[in-house]
Protein backbone atom coordinates (compact mmCIF):
# COMPACT_ATOMS: atom_id res chain seq x y z
CA UNK A 1 0.00 0.00 0.00
CA UNK A 2 1.40 3.75 -0.79
CA UNK A 3 1.69 6.34 2.16
CA UNK A 4 -1.56 8.91 1.63
CA UNK A 5 -3.04 12.02 2.80
CA UNK A 6 -6.28 12.14 2.44
CA UNK A 7 -8.53 15.61 3.34
CA UNK A 8 -11.65 16.36 2.50
CA UNK A 9 -12.57 19.43 4.43
CA UNK A 10 -15.63 20.49 2.41
CA UNK A 11 -19.17 20.32 4.76
CA UNK A 12 -21.57 18.24 2.44
CA UNK A 13 -25.32 19.32 2.40
CA UNK A 14 -26.99 16.54 0.32
CA UNK A 15 -31.02 16.23 -0.48
CA UNK A 16 -34.37 17.97 -1.78
CA UNK A 17 -34.44 21.15 -0.81
CA UNK A 18 -30.83 21.65 0.48
CA UNK A 19 -30.40 25.07 -0.95
CA UNK A 20 -32.46 27.11 1.30
CA UNK A 21 -29.44 26.73 3.87
CA UNK A 22 -27.68 28.68 1.76
CA UNK A 23 -27.89 31.68 3.51
CA UNK A 24 -26.92 30.20 7.16
CA UNK A 25 -24.21 28.06 5.24
CA UNK A 26 -22.28 31.59 4.30
CA UNK A 27 -23.09 33.63 7.13
CA UNK A 28 -21.86 30.68 8.91
CA UNK A 29 -17.94 31.50 7.05
CA UNK A 30 -18.33 34.65 8.93
CA UNK A 31 -18.23 36.45 5.81
CA UNK A 32 -20.42 39.89 4.54
CA UNK A 33 -20.52 39.84 1.07
CA UNK A 34 -20.86 37.51 -1.11
CA UNK A 35 -20.25 37.12 -5.49
CA UNK A 36 -22.94 34.67 -6.86
CA UNK A 37 -20.88 32.99 -10.04
CA UNK A 38 -22.99 30.88 -12.62
CA UNK A 39 -23.21 30.00 -15.89
CA UNK A 40 -24.69 30.66 -19.37
CA UNK A 41 -28.32 30.81 -17.57
CA UNK A 42 -30.15 27.47 -16.65
CA UNK A 43 -29.75 28.51 -13.14
CA UNK A 44 -31.32 31.68 -13.80
CA UNK A 45 -34.66 30.09 -16.16
CA UNK A 46 -34.83 27.20 -13.41
CA UNK A 47 -35.14 29.93 -11.18
CA UNK A 48 -32.44 28.90 -8.88
CA UNK A 49 -30.50 32.19 -8.75
CA UNK A 50 -33.40 33.89 -7.36
CA UNK A 51 -33.82 31.09 -4.45
CA UNK A 52 -30.73 31.27 -3.41
CA UNK A 53 -30.88 35.53 -3.55
CA UNK A 54 -33.60 35.22 -1.24
CA UNK A 55 -31.84 32.58 1.29
CA UNK A 56 -28.98 35.21 1.67
CA UNK A 57 -31.41 37.87 1.78
CA UNK A 58 -32.93 36.19 4.24
CA UNK A 59 -29.45 35.16 6.26
CA UNK A 60 -29.04 39.27 6.04
CA UNK A 61 -25.70 38.29 3.82
CA UNK A 62 -25.12 41.20 1.07
CA UNK A 63 -24.70 39.61 -2.83
CA UNK A 64 -23.01 40.85 -6.43
CA UNK A 65 -23.19 38.64 -9.25
CA UNK A 66 -21.85 37.83 -12.17
CA UNK A 67 -22.59 34.95 -14.91
CA UNK A 68 -21.62 33.80 -18.28
CA UNK A 69 -19.50 30.86 -17.42
CA UNK A 70 -18.95 28.53 -20.49
CA UNK A 71 -18.02 25.04 -20.51
CA UNK A 72 -14.71 25.30 -20.35
CA UNK A 73 -14.37 28.27 -18.06
CA UNK A 74 -12.03 31.32 -19.61
CA UNK A 75 -9.30 33.10 -17.87
CA UNK A 76 -11.02 36.49 -19.28
CA UNK A 77 -14.22 36.04 -17.16
CA UNK A 78 -12.20 35.38 -14.37
CA UNK A 79 -9.48 38.43 -14.64
CA UNK A 80 -12.98 39.99 -14.91
CA UNK A 81 -14.24 38.53 -11.82
CA UNK A 82 -11.10 39.19 -9.70
CA UNK A 83 -11.92 42.86 -10.75
CA UNK A 84 -15.42 43.12 -9.67
CA UNK A 85 -15.08 41.32 -6.78
CA UNK A 86 -12.17 43.76 -5.95
CA UNK A 87 -14.05 47.13 -6.64
CA UNK A 88 -16.89 45.33 -4.50
CA UNK A 89 -15.17 43.89 -1.52
CA UNK A 90 -16.32 40.60 -2.08
CA UNK A 91 -15.44 38.13 0.60
CA UNK A 92 -16.62 34.74 -0.23
CA UNK A 93 -17.37 33.33 -3.48
CA UNK A 94 -20.42 31.33 -4.50
CA UNK A 95 -20.42 28.78 -7.65
CA UNK A 96 -23.86 27.91 -8.61
CA UNK A 97 -23.67 25.06 -11.30
CA UNK A 98 -21.08 22.56 -12.61
CA UNK A 99 -17.40 22.61 -12.85
CA UNK A 100 -17.09 25.19 -15.14
CA UNK A 101 -18.48 27.71 -12.70
CA UNK A 102 -16.97 25.79 -9.38
CA UNK A 103 -13.39 26.23 -11.32
CA UNK A 104 -13.76 30.02 -12.49
CA UNK A 105 -14.75 30.63 -9.06
CA UNK A 106 -11.74 28.74 -7.37
CA UNK A 107 -9.35 31.24 -9.54
CA UNK A 108 -11.28 34.48 -9.06
CA UNK A 109 -10.26 32.88 -5.09
CA UNK A 110 -6.88 32.64 -5.96
CA UNK A 111 -6.63 35.76 -7.85
CA UNK A 112 -7.90 38.24 -4.84
CA UNK A 113 -5.81 36.75 -2.54
CA UNK A 114 -2.25 36.50 -4.34
CA UNK A 115 -0.32 39.05 -5.69
CA UNK A 116 0.37 39.50 -9.70
CA UNK A 117 -1.09 37.01 -12.70
CA UNK A 118 -3.84 34.04 -11.18
CA UNK A 119 -2.30 32.40 -14.84
CA UNK A 120 0.83 31.31 -13.16
CA UNK A 121 -0.66 29.29 -11.03
CA UNK A 122 -2.10 26.83 -14.07
CA UNK A 123 0.77 27.72 -16.12
CA UNK A 124 2.99 25.88 -13.09
CA UNK A 125 5.29 28.90 -12.69
CA UNK A 126 4.60 29.39 -8.87
CA UNK A 127 2.23 28.08 -6.01
CA UNK A 128 -0.71 29.83 -4.84
CA UNK A 129 -0.24 30.41 -0.94
CA UNK A 130 -3.85 31.79 0.18
CA UNK A 131 -7.38 31.29 -1.53
CA UNK A 132 -10.47 33.41 -0.59
CA UNK A 133 -13.32 31.02 0.53
CA UNK A 134 -15.34 29.05 -2.00
CA UNK A 135 -18.77 27.30 -1.79
CA UNK A 136 -20.50 25.50 -4.12
CA UNK A 137 -24.30 24.91 -5.18
CA UNK A 138 -23.91 21.81 -7.50
CA UNK A 139 -26.25 21.69 -10.59
CA UNK A 140 -24.04 19.15 -12.61
CA UNK A 141 -22.84 15.85 -11.29
CA UNK A 142 -19.72 15.32 -13.54
CA UNK A 143 -16.58 17.27 -12.80
CA UNK A 144 -16.40 16.69 -8.77
CA UNK A 145 -14.71 20.17 -7.94
CA UNK A 146 -17.48 20.99 -5.36
CA UNK A 147 -15.25 18.72 -3.51
CA UNK A 148 -11.50 18.70 -5.41
CA UNK A 149 -8.45 20.49 -5.23
CA UNK A 150 -8.47 21.09 -8.57
CA UNK A 151 -9.54 23.92 -11.03
CA UNK A 152 -9.54 23.61 -14.85
CA UNK A 153 -9.01 26.98 -16.97
CA UNK A 154 -8.59 27.95 -20.42
CA UNK A 155 -6.39 30.68 -21.63
CA UNK A 156 -8.13 32.82 -24.43
CA UNK A 157 -5.16 33.18 -26.60
CA UNK A 158 -4.37 29.79 -27.58
CA UNK A 159 -6.82 27.57 -26.23
CA UNK A 160 -4.59 26.36 -23.44
CA UNK A 161 -6.39 24.24 -20.97
CA UNK A 162 -4.25 23.89 -17.86
CA UNK A 163 -5.01 22.24 -14.46
CA UNK A 164 -3.77 23.18 -10.85
CA UNK A 165 -4.23 21.36 -7.57
CA UNK A 166 -4.24 22.72 -4.83
CA UNK A 167 -5.92 21.44 -1.08
CA UNK A 168 -6.23 25.35 -0.18
CA UNK A 169 -9.19 26.13 -3.28
CA UNK A 170 -11.13 22.84 -1.69
CA UNK A 171 -14.65 24.56 -1.12
CA UNK A 172 -16.10 25.23 2.57
CA UNK A 173 -19.76 23.28 1.95
CA UNK A 174 -21.18 21.60 -1.23
CA UNK A 175 -24.88 22.36 -1.59
CA UNK A 176 -26.27 19.07 -3.34
CA UNK A 177 -30.04 19.08 -4.44
CA UNK A 178 -30.10 15.93 -6.91
CA UNK A 179 -33.79 17.42 -7.85
CA UNK A 180 -31.20 20.49 -9.64
CA UNK A 181 -29.90 17.96 -12.51
CA UNK A 182 -33.30 17.09 -13.64
CA UNK A 183 -32.77 19.78 -16.20
CA UNK A 184 -29.93 18.42 -17.59
CA UNK A 185 -29.81 17.53 -20.99
CA UNK A 186 -29.22 14.11 -21.88
CA UNK A 187 -25.53 14.56 -23.90
CA UNK A 188 -25.02 16.56 -20.47
CA UNK A 189 -25.80 13.69 -17.95
CA UNK A 190 -24.23 11.00 -19.75
CA UNK A 191 -21.08 12.92 -20.13
CA UNK A 192 -21.11 13.58 -16.72
CA UNK A 193 -22.04 10.01 -15.82
CA UNK A 194 -18.38 9.41 -18.07
CA UNK A 195 -16.39 11.64 -16.16
CA UNK A 196 -17.26 10.31 -12.63
CA UNK A 197 -16.52 7.35 -13.76
CA UNK A 198 -13.04 8.32 -15.16
CA UNK A 199 -12.11 10.14 -12.32
CA UNK A 200 -12.30 6.60 -10.41
CA UNK A 201 -10.77 4.49 -13.41
CA UNK A 202 -7.71 6.95 -13.47
CA UNK A 203 -7.16 5.98 -9.94
CA UNK A 204 -8.07 2.21 -10.93
CA UNK A 205 -5.29 1.54 -13.50
CA UNK A 206 -2.49 1.72 -11.73
CA UNK A 207 0.41 -0.58 -11.78
CA UNK A 208 1.81 -0.63 -7.90
CA UNK A 209 0.21 -0.74 -5.15
CA UNK A 210 -2.11 -2.96 -3.55
CA UNK A 211 -5.03 -1.53 -1.81
CA UNK A 212 -8.03 -3.78 -1.58
CA UNK A 213 -10.35 -1.38 0.52
CA UNK A 214 -9.73 1.20 -2.54
CA UNK A 215 -10.26 -1.30 -5.48
CA UNK A 216 -13.67 -2.37 -3.78
CA UNK A 217 -14.75 1.25 -3.14
CA UNK A 218 -13.89 1.93 -6.81
CA UNK A 219 -15.45 -1.15 -8.35
CA UNK A 220 -18.63 -0.37 -6.16
CA UNK A 221 -18.52 3.03 -7.54
CA UNK A 222 -18.06 2.65 -11.11
CA UNK A 223 -21.12 -0.16 -11.16
CA UNK A 224 -23.34 2.06 -9.30
CA UNK A 225 -22.23 5.12 -12.17
CA UNK A 226 -22.87 2.52 -14.88
CA UNK A 227 -26.54 1.17 -13.63
CA UNK A 228 -27.82 4.30 -12.65
CA UNK A 229 -26.49 6.07 -16.06
CA UNK A 230 -28.70 3.79 -17.87
CA UNK A 231 -31.72 3.98 -15.78
CA UNK A 232 -31.05 8.17 -16.59
CA UNK A 233 -30.82 7.72 -20.15
CA UNK A 234 -34.34 6.03 -19.59
CA UNK A 235 -36.08 8.28 -17.09
CA UNK A 236 -34.01 11.20 -16.84
CA UNK A 237 -36.08 12.26 -13.40
CA UNK A 238 -35.61 9.31 -11.74
CA UNK A 239 -34.87 11.36 -8.46
CA UNK A 240 -33.02 8.12 -6.76
CA UNK A 241 -30.88 7.50 -9.45
CA UNK A 242 -29.56 11.05 -9.89
CA UNK A 243 -28.99 11.15 -6.46
CA UNK A 244 -26.53 7.97 -6.68
CA UNK A 245 -24.95 9.98 -9.11
CA UNK A 246 -24.49 13.07 -7.80
CA UNK A 247 -22.80 11.62 -4.69
CA UNK A 248 -20.66 9.38 -6.51
CA UNK A 249 -19.66 12.33 -8.54
CA UNK A 250 -18.13 13.84 -5.60
CA UNK A 251 -16.65 10.77 -4.10
CA UNK A 252 -15.05 9.74 -7.70
CA UNK A 253 -13.06 13.01 -7.08
CA UNK A 254 -12.57 13.82 -3.57
CA UNK A 255 -9.65 10.97 -3.15
CA UNK A 256 -11.50 8.45 -1.51
CA UNK A 257 -10.98 6.27 -4.50
CA UNK A 258 -7.09 6.93 -5.46
CA UNK A 259 -4.95 7.11 -2.15
CA UNK A 260 -1.89 7.64 -3.44
CA UNK A 261 -2.28 6.19 -6.82
CA UNK A 262 -3.49 7.59 -10.25
CA UNK A 263 -2.52 7.37 -13.71
CA UNK A 264 -4.49 10.75 -15.33
CA UNK A 265 -3.20 10.09 -18.97
CA UNK A 266 -6.84 10.06 -20.28
CA UNK A 267 -7.77 13.58 -18.83
CA UNK A 268 -4.27 14.87 -20.28
CA UNK A 269 -5.11 13.55 -23.37
CA UNK A 270 -8.73 14.96 -23.36
CA UNK A 271 -7.62 18.55 -21.74
CA UNK A 272 -5.68 19.09 -25.37
CA UNK A 273 -9.05 18.38 -26.90
CA UNK A 274 -10.89 20.50 -24.68
CA UNK A 275 -8.40 23.46 -25.30
CA UNK A 276 -8.17 23.28 -29.38
CA UNK A 277 -11.58 21.95 -30.09
CA UNK A 278 -14.05 23.28 -26.86
CA UNK A 279 -15.60 19.56 -26.99
CA UNK A 280 -17.60 18.64 -23.48
CA UNK A 281 -15.18 17.16 -21.18
CA UNK A 282 -16.60 13.72 -20.30
CA UNK A 283 -17.53 12.86 -23.85
CA UNK A 284 -13.88 13.85 -25.08
CA UNK A 285 -12.88 11.51 -22.10
CA UNK A 286 -14.71 8.95 -23.79
CA UNK A 287 -13.63 9.23 -27.18
CA UNK A 288 -10.29 8.79 -26.18
CA UNK A 289 -10.33 6.10 -23.21
CA UNK A 290 -9.96 2.92 -25.60
CA UNK A 291 -7.52 4.06 -27.58
CA UNK A 292 -5.72 5.00 -24.18
CA UNK A 293 -6.61 1.43 -22.82
CA UNK A 294 -5.65 -0.66 -25.72
CA UNK A 295 -2.39 1.32 -26.10
CA UNK A 296 -1.21 0.77 -22.66
CA UNK A 297 -2.94 -2.27 -21.79
CA UNK A 298 -0.24 -5.19 -21.85
CA UNK A 299 2.50 -2.59 -19.40
CA UNK A 300 -0.57 -2.60 -16.56
CA UNK A 301 -2.33 -6.27 -17.67
CA UNK A 302 -3.05 -7.39 -14.17
CA UNK A 303 -5.19 -3.78 -13.85
CA UNK A 304 -6.85 -3.89 -16.60
CA UNK A 305 -7.84 -8.10 -16.08
CA UNK A 306 -9.07 -7.34 -12.96
CA UNK A 307 -11.42 -4.41 -13.99
CA UNK A 308 -12.90 -6.37 -16.96
CA UNK A 309 -13.95 -9.56 -14.15
CA UNK A 310 -14.66 -7.62 -11.80
CA UNK A 311 -16.51 -4.43 -12.83
CA UNK A 312 -17.25 -5.28 -16.97
CA UNK A 313 -18.83 -9.08 -15.21
CA UNK A 314 -15.67 -10.40 -18.11
CA UNK A 315 -15.93 -14.58 -17.32
CA UNK A 316 -12.20 -14.94 -15.42
CA UNK A 317 -11.72 -17.47 -17.99
CA UNK A 318 -8.78 -17.61 -21.53
CA UNK A 319 -5.69 -15.61 -21.65
CA UNK A 320 -4.88 -12.51 -19.17
CA UNK A 321 -4.69 -10.62 -22.88
CA UNK A 322 -7.94 -11.72 -23.76
CA UNK A 323 -10.07 -11.34 -21.03
CA UNK A 324 -8.74 -7.34 -20.61
CA UNK A 325 -9.58 -6.47 -24.40
CA UNK A 326 -13.02 -8.08 -23.67
CA UNK A 327 -13.28 -5.43 -20.37
CA UNK A 328 -12.07 -2.68 -22.79
CA UNK A 329 -14.61 -3.34 -25.64
CA UNK A 330 -17.24 -3.65 -22.97
CA UNK A 331 -16.30 -0.40 -21.88
CA UNK A 332 -16.52 1.12 -25.08
CA UNK A 333 -19.99 -0.83 -25.26
CA UNK A 334 -21.82 1.01 -21.91
CA UNK A 335 -20.57 4.03 -23.60
CA UNK A 336 -22.16 3.46 -26.71
CA UNK A 337 -25.18 2.54 -24.57
CA UNK A 338 -25.47 6.01 -23.17
CA UNK A 339 -24.63 7.21 -26.36
CA UNK A 340 -21.31 8.71 -25.44
CA UNK A 341 -18.85 8.41 -28.75
CA UNK A 342 -15.75 6.02 -29.01
CA UNK A 343 -13.62 7.95 -31.27
CA UNK A 344 -13.31 11.65 -32.90
CA UNK A 345 -15.32 11.55 -35.54
CA UNK A 346 -18.31 10.60 -33.11
CA UNK A 347 -17.13 13.20 -30.89
CA UNK A 348 -17.42 15.57 -34.02
CA UNK A 349 -14.03 16.62 -34.54
CA UNK A 350 -11.31 16.17 -37.27
CA UNK A 351 -7.54 16.90 -36.31
CA UNK A 352 -4.95 17.27 -38.85
CA UNK A 353 -1.56 15.10 -38.74
CA UNK A 354 -0.46 18.76 -37.23
CA UNK A 355 -3.11 19.32 -34.71
CA UNK A 356 -2.49 16.22 -33.17
CA UNK A 357 1.16 16.26 -33.13
CA UNK A 358 0.60 20.08 -31.22
CA UNK A 359 -1.86 18.30 -28.98
CA UNK A 360 0.23 15.47 -28.38
CA UNK A 361 3.32 18.20 -27.01
CA UNK A 362 1.27 20.17 -25.20
CA UNK A 363 -0.20 17.35 -23.30
CA UNK A 364 3.53 16.10 -22.46
CA UNK A 365 4.39 19.43 -21.08
CA UNK A 366 1.71 20.41 -19.37
CA UNK A 367 2.18 16.80 -17.89
CA UNK A 368 6.12 18.15 -17.00
CA UNK A 369 7.49 15.98 -19.47
CA UNK A 370 5.94 12.60 -18.93
CA UNK A 371 2.71 11.51 -18.51
CA UNK A 372 0.75 8.15 -16.91
CA UNK A 373 1.64 5.37 -14.74
CA UNK A 374 -0.21 2.78 -16.36
CA UNK A 375 2.73 3.31 -18.75
CA UNK A 376 4.49 6.57 -19.04
CA UNK A 377 3.59 8.03 -22.05
CA UNK A 378 5.50 10.67 -24.03
CA UNK A 379 5.18 12.55 -26.97
CA UNK A 380 4.94 9.85 -29.49
CA UNK A 381 2.65 7.77 -27.08
CA UNK A 382 0.57 10.46 -26.92
CA UNK A 383 0.31 11.00 -30.72
CA UNK A 384 -0.03 6.91 -31.71
CA UNK A 385 -3.19 7.39 -29.30
CA UNK A 386 -4.67 10.62 -30.91
CA UNK A 387 -4.09 8.45 -33.93
CA UNK A 388 -5.52 5.56 -32.98
CA UNK A 389 -8.78 7.61 -31.75
CA UNK A 390 -9.15 9.44 -34.92
CA UNK A 391 -11.44 7.31 -37.01
O1 LIG B 1 -23.91 27.40 -18.22
P1 LIG B 1 -25.25 26.81 -17.97
O2 LIG B 1 -26.36 27.52 -18.60
O3 LIG B 1 -25.49 26.56 -16.50
O4 LIG B 1 -25.23 25.37 -18.72
C1 LIG B 1 -24.37 24.31 -18.30
C2 LIG B 1 -23.31 23.97 -19.32
O5 LIG B 1 -23.71 24.30 -20.61
C3 LIG B 1 -25.19 23.06 -18.25
N1 LIG B 1 -25.86 22.86 -16.98
C4 LIG B 1 -25.30 22.75 -15.75
N2 LIG B 1 -26.25 22.48 -14.85
C5 LIG B 1 -27.43 22.44 -15.52
C6 LIG B 1 -27.18 22.69 -16.88
N3 LIG B 1 -28.16 22.70 -17.81
C7 LIG B 1 -29.42 22.47 -17.38
N4 LIG B 1 -29.72 22.19 -16.07
C8 LIG B 1 -28.76 22.15 -15.13
N5 LIG B 1 -29.06 21.84 -13.86
O6 LIG B 1 -24.26 22.01 -18.43
C9 LIG B 1 -23.21 22.46 -19.26
C10 LIG B 1 -21.91 21.95 -18.71
O7 LIG B 1 -21.57 22.57 -17.50
P2 LIG B 1 -20.08 22.45 -16.93
O8 LIG B 1 -20.00 23.19 -15.65
O9 LIG B 1 -19.11 22.80 -18.00
O10 LIG B 1 -19.98 20.86 -16.67
P3 LIG B 1 -19.00 19.99 -15.85
O11 LIG B 1 -19.41 19.93 -14.43
O12 LIG B 1 -18.86 18.76 -16.60
O13 LIG B 1 -17.60 20.78 -15.85
C11 LIG B 1 -16.68 20.62 -16.89
C12 LIG B 1 -15.41 21.40 -16.59
O14 LIG B 1 -14.78 20.89 -15.39
C13 LIG B 1 -13.43 20.54 -15.68
C14 LIG B 1 -13.52 20.11 -17.11
O15 LIG B 1 -12.26 20.03 -17.73
C15 LIG B 1 -14.40 21.19 -17.70
O16 LIG B 1 -13.67 22.37 -17.93
N6 LIG B 1 -12.96 19.56 -14.71
C16 LIG B 1 -12.76 19.99 -13.46
C17 LIG B 1 -12.28 19.17 -12.46
C18 LIG B 1 -12.05 19.65 -11.10
N7 LIG B 1 -12.08 20.95 -10.88
O17 LIG B 1 -11.79 18.89 -10.16
C19 LIG B 1 -11.95 17.77 -12.74
C20 LIG B 1 -12.47 17.26 -14.03
O18 LIG B 1 -11.67 16.17 -14.44
C21 LIG B 1 -12.55 18.25 -15.13
O19 LIG B 1 -11.31 18.38 -15.81
ZN1 LIG C 1 -12.73 14.85 -15.42
Known sequence: MFNFTY????????????????????????CQKVLIHYGGGSAVRSGLLER???SLDGAGVAHVEL??????????????GIELCRKEGVDFILAVGGGSVIDSS?????GLTNEGDVWDFYDHTRQATACMPVGAVLTIAA??????????????????????NNDI??????????ELTMTLPPYQTASGCTDILMHTMERYFCPEGSMEITDSLAEGLLKTVMHNAQILRDDPKNYDARAEIM?????????????????????????????MFDVTHGAGLAAVWGSWARYVCKDCLHRFVKFAVNVMGVPNEGAPEEIAGKGIEAMEDFFRSINMPTCFSELGIAPTQEQMETMAKMCIVAGGGTKGTAKVLNVADCLKIYEMANH
Open 7 to 30: YTPTKVVFGKGAEEQIGALVKAQG
Open 52 to 54: IKA
Open 67 to 80: GGVVPNPRLSLVYE
Open 106 to 110: KAIAY
Open 143 to 164: AGSEMSNSSVITKDEGGVKRGY
Open 169 to 178: CRPKFAVMDP
Open 247 to 275: WAGSLSHNGLTGNGRGDWSTHGLEHEMGG
